[in-house]
């Protein structure tokens, strides 16, 4: 399978919106209610906010693509832009979305890599992502990759404040 990580610009909100959506439904719709789901699809996953996020110099997007498959994406954010740390010597992996179709195929291992690639290019001694603490699957990917807990956020969804855990990797 060939892989190929290419940055989004503004004219891909459209799709990052829909993938976006699509795959954090299929993720996280069985482990919280339909109202809570659709409160936070429609908040986190509007098409101005994805917008804006495009367009926020401190955060990055990245699609990658199987054989010319559109098979996930990665947000990073920096400085102001990232949602907890604030840390000029970090780099924040807001999201790794792979689709349904690809899962265990190693493209989640691939977004990861180019994520860490990236804040070393960018001169940051660590990198630091929030998972939600029943999020078991992503958690056991992360702690594979070297993260360790490194504190707690609260974390709304809808009208319910969950937990998530920081993670951090030293660089």
């Given at each position: 399978?060939?892989?190929?990580?290419?940055?989004?610009?503004?004219?891909?909100?459209?799709?990052?919106?829909?993938?976006?959506?699509?795959?954090?439904?299929?993720?996280?719709?069985?482990?919280?209610?339909?109202?809570?789901?659709?409160?936070?699809?429609?908040?986190?996953?509007?098409?101005?906010?994805?917008?804006?996020?495009?367009?926020?110099?401190?955060?990055?997007?990245?699609?990658?693509?199987?054989?010319?498959?559109?098979?996930?994406?990665?947000?990073?954010?920096?400085?102001?832009?990232?949602?907890?740390?604030?840390?000029?010597?970090?780099?924040?992996?807001?999201?790794?979305?792979?689709?349904?179709?690809?899962?265990?195929?190693?493209?989640?291992?691939?977004l990861m890599n180019e994520a860490i690639r990236i804040a070393?290019?960018?001169?940051?001694?660590?990198?630091?992502?929030?998972?939600?603490?029943?999020?078991?699957?992503?958690?056991?990917?992360?702690?594979?990759?070297?993260?360790?807990?490194?504190?707690?956020?609260?974390?709304?969804?809808?009208?319910?404040?969950?937990?998530?855990?920081?993670?951090?990797?030293?660089?």
């Amino acid at each position: 399978m060939k892989l190929l990580c290419k940055p989004c610009t503004l004219l891909d909100a459209e799709t990052v919106r829909d993938f976006a959506e699509r795959t954090f439904v299929h993720t996280f719709a069985h482990l919280n209610t339909k109202e809570d789901m659709d409160a936070y699809v429609h908040k986190a996953f509007s098409i101005d906010k994805v917008r804006t996020e495009l367009s926020n110099a401190d955060s990055s997007f990245y699609f990658v693509y199987a054989d010319d498959v559109l098979a996930g994406y990665l947000k990073l954010n920096e400085e102001l832009a990232q949602t907890d740390v604030f840390d000029e010597h970090s780099l924040e992996i807001e999201r790794i979305y792979v689709s349904i179709d690809f899962q265990g195929k190693g493209i989640g291992t691939y977004l990861m890599n180019e994520a860490i690639r990236i804040a070393n290019e960018r001169g940051k001694e660590y990198v630091w992502l929030g998972v939600w603490e029943k999020n078991e699957h992503a958690l056991q990917f992360y702690e594979k990759h070297g993260f360790v807990k490194i504190g707690t956020h609260k974390f709304v969804f809808g009208n319910e404040e969950q937990l998530d855990y920081i993670m951090k990797k030293d660089l």
